[in-house]
């Protein structure tokens, strides 16, 4: 009986180390993801706002052409 307590006792422990670091890995993965995810949509958002920015600021994008026109 001592030998088969101790066999499950093993196998308990290396599951338990063998979960916890498979748990790290699916942590550490997602943790990743959300950070590229994270990222790609400030780019997203601030894209917009800075070209508007440069547009406005930088009188070689400006011609006569891009301003409305107004009606007579």
Do not use: C, E
Not at 4 to 21: D, E, M, P, R
Not at 65 to 71: A, G, N, P, S, V
């Amino acid at each position: 009986m001592g030998r088969s307590s101790s066999k499950h006792s093993i196998q308990f422990w290396l599951l338990l180390v063998a979960s916890i670091l498979l748990s790290a890995m699916v942590i550490s993965l997602f943790l990743h993801v959300m950070k590229v995810m994270i990222y790609l949509l400030l780019v997203l958002l601030l894209v917009p706002i800075i070209y508007l920015a440069l547009k406005r600021s930088l009188p070689l994008f400006r011609s006569p052409d891009t301003k409305l026109k107004t009606r007579n």
